[in-house]
């Protein structure tokens, strides 16, 4: 709903689909997200803002239905840090 959906490349093992942004979403002009024609995951995503800057994230190495140990979300600040919770 927030975004217009095109399909913008297609090779032989990955598609790509472009995503932009039907109001104003904090200077993003578009997304492009590369997914494997072979495992249907997502491996690549790129962020295009208002100011021409490119942030490019590739995917490797994806790991599925691993046991995540539950202490890695749980964040404890360090010391002297002040936390500021919203109300």
């Known amino acids: 709903k927030e975004f217009g959906f095109s399909e913008k490349l297609t090779t032989?093992?990955?598609v790509s689909f472009e995503l932009k942004p039907k109001k104003e979403i904090a200077g993003v002009e578009k997304i492009n997200?590369?997914?494997?024609?072979l495992t249907h995951y997502?491996?690549?995503i790129e962020i295009f803002d208002a100011l021409g800057n490119i942030n490019k994230i590739n995917l490797s190495s994806i790991e599925t239905n691993i046991v995540i140990d539950k202490k890695m979300f749980n964040f404890v600040p360090p010391r002297g840090v002040e936390v500021v919770r919203t109300p």
Do not use: C, G
Not at 33 to 37: A, D, E, M
């Open 12 to 14: 032989k093992d990955e």
């Open 42 to 44: 997502i491996v690549a």
């Open 33 to 37: 997200i590369t997914v494997s024609k």
